[in-house]
């Protein structure tokens, strides 16, 4: 935190740096195969003409954004366009975009105009250390700087990179990396009688959560780790790469650890139901089978874990950066110079947010109290005729 006041002028004048490498005349002429055109250098020539011409607005660029945010009082970052009661993320990025000058107001009402896509929707109260999202803009100076000027402090723009002209930041995404922090005595058996401050995890409890989460990984059907997906609903199939806890450590006299998680795709509320059914094995209300019996078509009662500790920290486009980002037209999408900020934000806004919310709102310990009233065992065939009900 120290650092917070050079940093921020490291970030305003790498913004600079980029912004001039940016708008420099080494134009590039949109792929055919990348978005289904054919060459648009009739368009380009009128564009660059328009940029030589001062009093003309500077022609729009199609880039992506790295984003940092503490996700506490908002309703998740997808924009809910006409809707005031909920903010979101995006909300504040609009605005932010729109005021600096980087987009004009319409496009803030119609965020196709703009091609705005988010590479994942983070759900209400989660955070991001490294959100991407792809959109047209017009690269003004000191674009960064400017886009910061207008957000609110635990919203940072942290990186920007030009992309080819059909980059979609969700479809491009081959995988998400998450992490969640929680506090270590959501893993003590509920038999024991656990003070919070005192509880620190032993080693044996460890190896079990992470032999717990390694059963996650590969392909199964997740369609009881989210609502409204039937069994037979092929979009249930999701595919995890690796999952498991680090060691644990003490802040502010809680000892944490943080579990990381890396899938192709993640649906609504799944991240969160695979650590909350993994607890309630942990903590002896429900058997180990029940992960197992999870995959299966039978309806099962999956707890969810609460969205606080919940953090999209990175996203990953491998076969883009294979494809362009060597074509010494493009940079590849990795953000190792940026890794550094990502890190002092983390400290500064995200971690503490979940650290003192935990303190106050004692969010894990009174979602821990409602794992009793779960049913971790009821027979298939009820299930099974509920299921039929419901269908």
Request: charged share 30%; proline share 4%.
């Amino acid at each position: 935190p120290s650092q917070a006041p050079a940093m921020a002028q490291e970030w305003g004048a790498a913004a600079a740096n980029q912004a001039k490498r940016l708008s420099g005349s080494g134009e590039v002429l949109e792929r055919p195969e990348e978005n289904g055109h054919a060459s648009k250098r009739l368009r380009r020539d009128a564009e660059e003409a328009e940029a030589e011409d001062p009093n003309k607005k500077s022609p729009k660029r199609k880039i992506v954004l790295l984003m940092a945010y503490s996700g506490k009082g908002y309703h998740g970052m997808q924009r809910n366009v006409g809707s005031s009661q909920f903010k979101t993320i995006e909300d504040d990025l609009v605005s932010a975009l729109v005021q600096s000058g980087c987009i004009p107001e319409n496009h803030g009402e119609d965020m196709k105009k703009m091609s705005f896509q988010r590479c994942a929707r983070t759900d209400k109260g989660v955070s991001a250390a490294g959100q991407i999202v792809s959109l047209k803009v017009r690269l003004i100076d000191d674009i960064l700087e400017k886009i910061n000027n207008h957000l609110p402090s635990h919203i940072r723009i942290l990186g920007l990179k030009r992309v080819t002209g059909g980059f979609n930041s969700k479809n491009k995404c081959d995988a998400r990396t998450y992490s969640y922090m929680l506090p270590t005595f959501a893993f003590a058996h509920k038999d024991h009688d656990v003070q919070e401050e005192l509880y620190r995890l032993d080693k044996e409890t460890l190896e079990k959560v992470n032999k717990l989460l390694a059963c996650y990984k590969g392909t199964h059907n997740f369609h009881n780790f989210t609502s409204q997906k039937g069994p037979r609903d092929p979009s249930a199939k999701r595919y995890i790469m690796e999952m498991y806890c680090g060691e644990p450590f003490v802040r502010e006299n809680i000892e944490f650890a943080v579990i990381k998680v890396k899938g192709q795709s993640f649906m609504m509320h799944q991240i969160r139901k695979m650590i909350g059914l993994v607890i309630a094995i942990v903590k002896g209300y429900a058997a180990e089978a029940i992960i197992e019996r999870s995959w299966g078509e039978e309806k099962v009662d999956v707890p969810k874990a609460p969205g606080l500790g919940l953090v999209l920290e990175r996203v990953h486009f491998e076969k883009y950066n294979r494809r362009f980002g060597n074509d010494g037209l493009h940079e590849p999408l990795e953000w190792t110079e940026e890794e550094e900020k990502i890190a002092v934000f983390k400290e500064q806004y995200i971690y503490p947010t979940i650290i003192n919310t935990e303190r106050e709102e004692k969010s894990m310990a009174n979602w821990l109290n409602t794992l009793s009233i779960h049913d971790f065992s009821s027979s298939a065939v009820g299930m099974q005729a509920n299921n039929k009900n419901s269908k």
